[in-house]
Each structure stands twice: as structure tokens, then as C-alpha cells.
């Protein structure tokens, strides 16, 4: 009986013991971000040597068409968008206007950061000390932003582009990017326009291993009469990794035909 009793008493704690460790799970040996690699998505975030936490790795993002609508995905990614947006009158035409026939992308024209950000496709982020790079896999865009604190160029408003200017700094372990000199032809999302003086502030805050907390504010005073605010929450896949997408490739017999075209937009 004692030995029974004794052995019982093993079993018990290992079960125990069992339930207590992380469970981990390990990438296809061939295929992924974190290939052959273990992991545990609800683990510590991980930190650089400088302390910061290290934002790298495959996203996943819920894919927002409309950042008035708020939704969670089956696998827990979150989007809390703003019902009521304050449009100026001309933001308010801008959106009345909009026809997806001439939807820039159609034309394979870059999306902007707030569209990339709130695409259906993977993004994976670079780290280090000075610098996170976005390389989105919709038509294999990149952008690279300083995060080391330093401010816009003097000049940042006088040369405008697709998506934008861009600077990083650190508040706790949440990273703020600090967005400016847009040329306002991309989209907040796929129908809600912005102008050149979109001021975006995004906030990526790593929660653990597996997720990450985003937080856009939208400041645009000539298409909107307040801020407009939206949360979300990304979901790490280390079995995932960017595939090559040639947009023109696909689309190049519409535009030798004349089915895609665009035109800028007017703006105010």
C-alpha cells in the first residue's frame, strides 16, 4: 500500500508539473518565420539587447475594409473602429465621390500606411536598435522607419509620398510612429479618404509572444473635424512567410485594355 500510495504521489506531481510548464510549439522545420524553431505565443515578449521590446516577426492583422466597424476574428484578433466619423464638407464629398472603379490600387499604386497596415495580407517587421522596416507582402512593399527619437526633416511636408514620413520613439515598451508629408491619394481604409495633412500617430505595444496591441489616431483637419481612433490586435504566425505578389504582373492585360484606370483625386 505504501508503495502504491508513493507512487500515486509521483504521478500526481508530474502531472502537476506537466500543467505548469509553457506549452510550446514548434514551426514546420522548413517553412516559416520561426522555421524549426519552438515557441510559446502566450510567452514573454522579447526584448533587444538595448531593452526595448523586439517588435519582429510575421503578423497577422484583422483585415479592416471600414474603420467604423468593430469586429473580432475566430482566432482573437480584435478591431475596435469609431462609428461616427467627423467629416469636413469636403471630406464628406471625398467619400460621397468615391467610385472603387478608380480605386488606386486597382492601378497597383501603393497603399499608404493605414490601408497597409489594415490589409488581408501578411507583414512581417524588422528590428533593430535604430530602424523597424515594414516589408508587406501586398505587392512586396516596404517601408523603413527610424525609431531612435529623432524628429521629421524640416522638409518632411514639402516632399509628399504614397506613404508618408515617418519617425519612431519610445514610450515605456510601446513604440509611437509618427506619420506626415502623405501625397493624400491613398485611403484610410477602402472608401474613407484623408488629405495632405494627415498627421498619423500609431501605437504597437507587444503584449507577449504571440500578440501585439496597435492603436491609430487619425488627425486631418481638412477632411475631418476631430480625431478618429481605431484598435486592433495582431496575432504572431511564425509558421507564415512573405510570399513574392507582382500586382502589375496580374493586372497588365485591364490596363493595356482600359478597364483599370485612375485619376487622382481632387484635392482640397
Known amino acids: 500500500m505504501k508503495i502504491r500510495l508513493t507512487a500515486f504521489a509521483v504521478i500526481a506531481t508530474l502531472v502537476t508539473l506537466s500543467l505548469a510548464l509553457p506549452a510550446l510549439s514548434q514551426a514546420p522545420k522548413d517553412r516559416g518565420f520561426l522555421a524549426g524553431k519552438k515557441y510559446d ?29 468593430s469586429f473580432t476574428t475566430p482566432n482573437g484578433m480584435k478591431q475596435v473602429g469609431q462609428a461616427e466619423l467627423p ?7 471625398a467619400y460621397k465621390d468615391y467610385n472603387p472603379k478608380n480605386d488606386y490600387a486597382g492601378a497597383c499604386l501603393p497603399y499608404g500606411f493605414p490601408r497597409a497596415i489594415a490589409g488581408l495580407h501578411p507583414l512581417q517587421l524588422v528590428q533593430n536598435d535604430d530602424f523597424l522596416a515594414f516589408l508587406f507582402e501586398q505587392n512586396s512593399w516596404f517601408t523603413v522607419v527610424p525609431i531612435d527619437g529623432r524628429p521629421h526633416p524640416k522638409d518632411a511636408k514639402d516632399n509628399p509620398t504614397w506613404f508618408g514620413n515617418s519617425v519612431g520613439h519610445w514610450e515605456g515598451d510601446t513604440l509611437v510612429i509618427d506619420t506626415i508629408g502623405t501625397n493624400g491619394y491613398t485611403m ?16 504597437f505595444t507587444r503584449t507577449d509572444f504571440g500578440h501585439m496591441d496597435y492603436e491609430m489616431t487619425v488627425d486631418d483637419p481638412k477632411a475631418y473635424k476631430g480625431l478618429i481612433k481605431n484598435q486592433r490586435t495582431f496575432l504572431l504566425r511564425p509558421e507564415w512567410e512573405t510570399m513574392e ?10 490596363f493595356r485594355n482600359g478597364t483599370i484606370k485612375w485619376e487622382p483625386p481632387v484635392l482640397p
Open 41 to 69: 505565443m502566450k510567452g514573454p515578449a522579447p526584448r533587444l539587447a538595448n531593452g526595448h521590446p523586439d517588435l519582429s516577426g510575421m503578423w497577422d492583422r484583422p483585415g479592416v475594409n471600414d474603420i467604423t466597424k
Open 87 to 93: 467629416f469636413t464638407d469636403w471630406g464628406a464629398k
Open 188 to 203: 484610410l481604409d477602402y472608401s474613407h479618404p484623408h488629405s495632405t495633412e494627415l498627421h498619423l500617430i500609431q501605437k
Open 245 to 254: 505578389y507582382s500586382c502589375e504582373e496580374t493586372n497588365i492585360e485591364q
